[in-house]
């Protein structure tokens, strides 16, 4: 099953256990005797959906940019390259979407095709070969970031083979990342006024145990953290999922409140506010220093996060 994360917001901490179920590999195994025809992502950590949905999701990540390139990718996957020249077409599949998006209460629309550029939907995988590709161009600095956009593709037809039934319809979901985007790590504290004790917590020992930056909008981002190992135990921290919000022009943060997505485990807190600290994002260091409190409460919450690279 898919791991359930409770963000960092405050310093409430849970000890829990983990478990995992894996989806199951994209391309069949070599002593697999029938091939079928599919789409292929070729970087299995990008999957994102849980294991039990009828069609996959891969998420793909892209810099506001004029043109960023992508491949999409058709197979014949199994044991056998080719026999013949095959002729594969793809379409969009909005119905798919609209399953995936009632079936995990999400909010994608099918990316306009005013944003992106490709040659056609239709590819032939040759003869002795596996992979057929189509390359893709995005015009991420056309989307509005406070979307979330997705490609539903779906394997329509095959001049030859069996269409597969995992993944005959794949949806990709298209993220446009602004310049606070990215995987951080760092560490910070609450303060509690009404009992006058601070409760440290740690984001990250390293860059390998950290939080994801996530674009909410062209000058905006919520915190999603991982679990934090410390002491021999996992530890996950709930909170409220705090959209960071700055000004583009002073990279200053003018905002900190509780509408970032999350998962839902809010703790009933209203939105919080930044106070007199200097909240800032410093490009020179891509490091964020933070502080803010909840709103009609004593908590106060205090971050330095530095960045380790794109998420």
Same mark, same amino acid.
């Given at each position: 099953?898919?791991? #359930?994360?409770?963000?960092?917001?405050?310093?409430?901490?849970?000890?829990?256990?983990?478990?995992?179920?894996?989806?199951?590999?994209?391309?069949?195994?070599?002593?697999e005797s029938n091939n079928v025809i599919e789409i292929y992502n070729n970087v299995p950590g990008t999957i994102v959906s849980d294991v039990s949905s009828l069609y996959p999701l891969y998420s793909e990540?892209? $810099?506001?940019?004029p043109s960023a390139p992508y491949i999409f990718r058709v197979s014949y996957s199994g044991a056998d390259v080719a026999p013949q020249d095959i002729t594969v077409t793809l379409d969009q599949d909005p119905?798919?979407?609209?399953?995936?998006?009632?079936?995990?209460?999400?909010?994608?629309?099918?990316?306009?095709?005013?944003?992106?550029?490709?040659?056609?939907?239709?590819?032939?995988?040759?003869?002795?070969?596996?992979?057929?590709?189509?390359?893709?161009?995005?015009?991420?600095?056309?989307? &509005?970031?406070?979307?979330?956009?997705?490609?539903?593709?779906?394997?329509?037809?095959?001049?030859?083979?069996?269409?597969?039934?995992?993944?005959?319809?794949?949806?990709?979901?298209?993220?446009?990342?602004?310049?606070?985007?990215?995987?951080?790590?760092?560490?910070?504290?609450?303060?509690?006024?009404?009992?006058?004790?601070?409760?440290?917590?740690?984001?990250?020992?390293?860059?390998?145990?950290?939080?994801?930056?996530?674009?909410?909008?062209?000058?905006?981002?919520?915190? &999603?953290?991982?679990?934090?190992?410390?002491?021999?135990?996992? #530890?996950?921290?709930?909170? #409220?999922?705090?959209?960071?919000?700055? $000004?583009?022009?002073?990279?200053?943060?003018?905002?900190?409140?509780?509408?970032?997505?999350?998962?839902?485990?809010?703790?009933?807190?209203?939105?919080?506010?930044?106070?007199?600290?200097?909240?800032?994002?410093?490009?020179?260091?891509?490091?964020?220093?933070?502080?803010?409190? #909840?709103?009609?409460?004593?908590?106060?919450?205090? $971050?330095?996060?530095?960045?380790?690279?794109?998420?």
């Amino acid at each position: 099953m898919r791991k #359930i994360k409770l963000s960092l917001a405050l310093g409430f901490a849970v000890v829990t256990g983990l478990t995992s179920c894996l989806k199951e590999d994209t391309i069949l195994s070599k002593d697999e005797s029938n091939n079928v025809i599919e789409i292929y992502n070729n970087v299995p950590g990008t999957i994102v959906s849980d294991v039990s949905s009828l069609y996959p999701l891969y998420s793909e990540a892209f $810099d506001v940019v004029p043109s960023a390139p992508y491949i999409f990718r058709v197979s014949y996957s199994g044991a056998d390259v080719a026999p013949q020249d095959i002729t594969v077409t793809l379409d969009q599949d909005p119905a798919a979407l609209d399953y995936y998006n009632e079936e995990f209460d999400k909010h994608f629309e099918v990316l306009p095709a005013s944003k992106y550029t490709i040659p056609g939907w239709t590819v032939t995988i040759k003869k002795g070969q596996r992979i057929a590709e189509i390359p893709v161009e995005f015009k991420t600095d056309q989307f &509005d970031l406070s979307k979330s956009y997705a490609i539903p593709l779906k394997i329509v037809s095959a001049s030859y083979g069996t269409i597969s039934k995992n993944y005959g319809t794949v949806i990709f979901e298209i993220i446009a990342k602004n310049k606070y985007d990215g995987a951080y790590k760092g560490n910070g504290y609450t303060f509690m006024g009404t009992s006058n004790t601070t409760a440290p917590f740690l984001w990250s020992i390293d860059c390998s145990w950290g939080l994801n930056l996530i674009t909410t909008g062209a000058n905006s981002v919520y915190m &999603d953290a991982k679990p934090v190992y410390r002491g021999g135990s996992i #530890i996950y921290f709930g909170g #409220i999922f705090p959209n960071i919000v700055f $000004d583009p022009a002073t990279d200053k943060v003018t905002a900190v409140n509780a509408s970032g997505p999350g998962n839902g485990y809010n703790y009933g807190f209203p939105a919080v506010q930044t106070p007199t600290y200097n909240s800032r994002y410093d490009a020179a260091t891509k490091t964020i220093y933070i502080s803010y409190n #909840i709103i009609n409460t004593t908590w106060y919450a205090t $971050d330095t996060l530095v960045y380790c690279g794109p998420r």
